[in-house]
């Protein structure tokens, strides 16, 4: 069983570039996340999307963008890399709404440095 | 937004002893109540999960206490063994919006 796969898996970005996280799930689940995690901070939420062709904004959506794709894929695309956003990033997915919230499954992380 | 506050941020526990972390939330909505474990380089994995309509809940060595009035959750270890060594995060589950992360308590199980 695959269930969330995130590529890449390491990244070094130079400040200004860009590029496109990928998320792909395989349960079936309709919301999607992104997060952040920083050292102390927890994950923070960047992006969610409850059904496939929504997104709402999280926590810290700035300088980030979110497309669903399809209901199995989740990108996060970052425009104009800066170095704050050095971070590991996990995509997560879950059946909610479904029958309320239950078990988020989260993928291996995408650690990015940015330069 | 709910808001998670999460302690201690470290424990240290001799192996066999018991381990407590506590946490408090601010969404009186909020009615999931899961605790993630995560190992080193990898994403978080769920231990336990308690809903609003029930006060505690048990797994083997891992318990989970629900306080609703008070806003307060904690999560209980018994007997605790080298590989429960990780980060463990307490977190807050009521809309749309995803789930609310404590900032983690990194857990040491001394030998």
Request: proline share 4%; aromatic share 10%; charged share 20%.
């Amino acid at each position: 069983n695959a269930g969330v796969t995130q590529t890449p898996k390491f990244q070094v970005l130079k400040t200004g570039q860009s590029m496109t996280l990928q998320c792909a799930q395989d349960m079936n689940h309709n919301s999607m996340y992104w997060y952040r995690q920083d050292p102390g901070m927890g994950l923070r939420l960047i992006y969610y999307s409850a059904s496939e062709g929504t997104t709402d904004k999280g926590e810290v959506p700035n300088g980030y963008n979110v497309s669903r794709l399809n209901k199995r894929e989740f990108s996060l695309r970052l425009e104009s890399a800066a170095p704050s956003q050095t971070s590991v990033y996990f995509c997560a997915s879950s059946a909610y709404p479904g029958q309320g919230h239950t078990e988020a499954f989260f993928g291996q992380g995408t650690r990015l440095t940015v330069v | 937004g709910e808001n998670v506050e999460q302690h201690p941020s470290t424990l240290s526990v001799q192996e066999g002893d018991s381990a407590v972390i506590k946490c408090t939330y601010s969404d009186s909505a909020s009615n999931y109540f899961p605790w993630y474990k995560q190992e080193l380089g990898k994403g978080p994995q769920l231990i336990i999960d308690i809903r609003s309509n029930v006060g505690e809940k048990k797994d083997q060595r891992i318990a989970v206490t629900l306080n609703k009035t008070a806003k307060h959750f904690s999560l209980h270890i018994t007997e605790t063994q080298p590989e429960d060594s990780a980060v463990y995060f307490c977190v807050s589950g009521g809309g749309a919006d995803g789930l609310t992360f404590g900032k983690g308590t990194h857990l040491i199980i001394q030998p």
